[in-house]
């Protein structure tokens, strides 16, 4: 196999994780500091992608090194450890695959315009079909349907969102006199816990780091030789600079297209969802409006899978580890999914009417407890139980220390800002 081949063979769970990050956090939060605080909040966006990376990074070596999933690595920290882990995996797990699944259905909406045949029915019928499809295929498919569903649509948004931002710097922005400054955030609520809720999530939750240990897993069963890591590593890091550059591809899209002006998001999902659409064809034109909303439809829809997934599978994992006598654990995935897909369809439509209170929600929840997570990452890649040689560099380390210290300053803050 040539060298060119084998780094091919080992793309899919970065891809993944570009996926799962490219949902919300970019089309939604990111595109929403643009609108509303311009380049103001950029520093937000390289700082939590910056100080993140090593405990993502931390999940694909581990993975790659041990043959085993962060998840069994907090098993062997403590039980106290597996057992927060599976707790805070409860307390997130269903707003998260909820929020996820509001701003797709919104596009699955848009694309089709089921509201408007069906006034007050469509929304929740488009996530009733949505919840169902993603169920369907990941029961019958799982990881083979979920990567190569993914590497197809992946590339439509890409491709889609590099031709509108590339045509906004040649138009330039909408409003006058584009903001610089980031906004004032001791005493002011609601702009610190924006701040807080686009970090939480950007590029993604710290503690969905064990979702890239799995894949990695799965990831080397479907090789057809060994993958090393130097090949894991690329793979990850391919998809993280596809998410970083995406994520600030979106709050230039928003900082162009509506700072500055009298238009902003809608919060309900729809609205919000033909306002993203709006922005592209603003720019491309009117014709592209429904290439438009197919390829955000797109790359929403392999979020949400990803997310489903990603659950369903952490879960048969948690409970595989604490009761490894059992057998069968495949089963404990199908139910995992199916009962994450109805409490999630609840949340959704008890919370219908104010997505964003919904996404900050469970943006917030991440972020909090980003910190306890990410000392855990770093004690398993540093301890014995890893290869001398796996273990990362000295630089990567310091980062990490770096990366708990930020995160967790600004836990305390936003917690004493509470008070």
């Known amino acids: 196999m040539s060298r060119l081949s084998k780094y091919k063979a080992a793309i899919g769970p970065g891809i993944l994780f570009a996926s799962t990050a490219i949902g919300v956090s970019h089309l939604v939060e990111s595109t929403r500091a643009g609108a509303d605080y311009g380049f103001g909040l950029l520093w937000a966006i390289v700082l939590a992608n910056i100080f993140k990376y090593p405990f993502f990074e931390f999940g694909t070596r581990y993975a790659t090194s041990t043959g085993k999933s962060l998840i069994e690595g907090y098993r062997e920290i403590g039980k106290w450890m597996f057992y927060l882990y599976w707790l805070l995996t ?4 269903f707003f998260v695959a909820a929020a996820v699944g509001a701003v797709t259905s919104g596009f699955l909406n848009a694309l089709f315009g089921v509201s408007e045949i069906m006034p007050e029915y469509g929304g929740t019928l488009t996530t009733i079909v949505l919840f169902t499809i993603c169920t369907l295929i990941l029961i019958k498919g799982q990881y083979s349907a979920l990567e190569n569903l993914i590497k197809i649509i992946g590339g439509v948004l890409l491709a889609t969102t ?7 710097l040649f138009k330039g922005p909408v409003g006058e006199n584009l903001s610089f400054e980031s906004p004032e955030l001791v005493g002011e609520m609601g702009a610190l816990s924006f701040v807080i809720a686009l970090m939480g999530w950007m590029p993604t939750a710290v503690d969905l780091s064990t979702w890239n240990s799995l894949w990695t897993i799965e990831r080397q069963k479907k090789a057809k030789e060994v993958i090393s890591l130097k090949q894991s590593l690329f793979d990850f890091n391919l998809g993280y600079l596809i998410s970083i550059g ?7 899209l928003g900082a162009f297209m509506l700072y500055g002006t009298t238009n902003g998001l809608p919060v309900g999902k729809a609205g919000f969802a033909h306002g993203i659409i709006g922005l592209y064809t603003s720019v491309i034109g009117e014709w592209s409006y429904l290439l438009i909303a197919a390829s955000a439809f797109s790359i929403m829809f392999g979020t949400c899978i990803a997310v489903f997934d990603g659950y369903g599978r952490s879960t048969e994992r948690l409970v595989s580890t604490a009761f490894k006598g059992l057998k069968n654990t495949g089963n404990v995935y199908n139910v995992c999914i199916g009962v994450t897909a109805i409490i999630s369809l609840g949340v959704v439509l008890f919370f219908g009417s104010n997505l964003k209170f919904l996404i900050d929600l469970a943006m917030i929840l991440s972020f909090v407890i980003a910190p306890v997570i990410a000392a855990a990452n770093l004690y398993l890649v540093t301890g014995s139980r890893m290869k ?4 990362p560099k000295r630089w990567l380390r310091l980062l990490a220390f770096a990366g708990i210290i930020f995160l967790t300053l600004f836990t305390a803050i936003f917690l004493y800002s509470l008070i």
């Not at 590099?162 to 906004?168: G, K, N």
């Not at 995406?246 to 230039?252: G, M, P, R």
């Not at 001398?388 to 273990?391: I, Y």
């Open 388 to 391: 001398k040689e796996d273990q």
């Open 246 to 252: 995406l994520a600030i591809c979106f709050l230039i």
């Open 162 to 168: 590099l031709v509108a931002f590339v045509l906004v």
């Open 90 to 93: 409860l307390l997130t797990m």
